[in-house]
Structures are given as structure tokens and as C-alpha cells.
């Protein structure tokens, strides 16, 4: 029993190195965002919110395949290696595949030019809430962008 708490240690441990990423915290502030505005302003089907959450970890879980990746590969050798490059290519490639199949799976779920407006109205009508999607904005920003980590 031991050993299987252990395991939960190492992944959350792995998570932790993944959000040390820069484009890991990217895709997780995403997340948080499609999230807020699909409850706020979409009424999703269960099975709208598991094609959307699937969406999500394939793009974040791929992150981390991502980094680790490039952690193992860096231990290897720090010098110039074509097989090496070459797979730390393909590893970015996969974040990347995934990531516009989200773009499109944001669309299929939320692109209605009705609902834009009225969520151009809701913000319109209110200041504040202009005021506090950009203090929101400027936050993830700071997450995404502001954490220094040592390599």
C-alpha cells in the first residue's frame, strides 16, 4: 500500500516540473479561462465537458511527456546530436499537433457569432468587467511569464 502512495508522490513531484514550464502554465492558464467562459457563458452537454477536459490533458499531458523528454535528453549530452534534436522535435511536434486539434475543438464547441455578442455585451455593459477579465489576464500572464526557473 505504501508503494502505491509512493507512485502519487512521484507524479505529483513530476507535475511540479512540468508547471516549472513555461508552456506547461500556458496551456494550464488556458485551460482555466475556456473553463470560466464555457460555465459562464455556455450551457455544456457531459459529453461537451469530457471532449473538452480530454482536450485539455491530452495537450497538457503531452507537455509533460514534453519535458521529461527533454530533461532525459539533456542528461544524455548537452552537446550537439542530430538523434537527439531530432527526437526533442518530434516530442514539441506532438505538444504542438495536439494543441491546434484543441484550437479546433474550441471551435466546434464555441464558435456562435450570437453568443460573441453577447458576451461582447456583457463586458460592455459592465466596466468592471472589463477591468476584471484584464486583472485576470495580467495575472496568468504573470504565472505564464514571471516564474524564473533554473534549468
Do not use: Q
Amino acid at each position: 500500500m505504501r508503494a502505491f502512495f509512493k507512485g502519487f508522490a512521484y507524479a505529483g513531484r513530476g507535475l511540479a516540473l512540468a508547471f516549472r514550464e513555461r508552456n506547461f502554465r500556458f496551456h494550464l492558464c488556458a485551460a482555466g479561462f475556456v473553463s470560466w467562459f464555457a460555465v459562464r457563458f455556455y450551457e455544456l452537454t457531459r459529453a461537451e465537458w469530457a471532449i473538452l477536459l480530454l482536450t485539455f490533458g491530452a495537450v497538457m499531458g503531452l507537455e509533460a511527456v514534453n519535458t521529461a523528454l527533454e530533461h532525459l535528453a539533456d542528461r544524455v549530452t548537452r552537446e550537439r546530436d542530430e538523434h537527439i534534436r531530432r527526437c526533442k522535435d518530434c516530442a514539441a511536434g506532438a505538444v504542438l499537433v495536439a494543441a491546434i486539434f484543441a484550437v479546433g475543438v474550441g471551435a466546434a464547441l464555441f464558435w456562435d457569432l450570437e453568443r460573441f455578442a453577447a458576451i461582447a455585451e456583457h463586458f460592455t455593459s459592465e466596466p468592471w468587467r472589463i477591468l476584471a477579465l484584464a486583472a485576470a489576464l495580467a495575472v496568468a500572464a504573470a504565472v505564464v511569464f514571471g516564474i524564473k526557473t533554473k534549468k
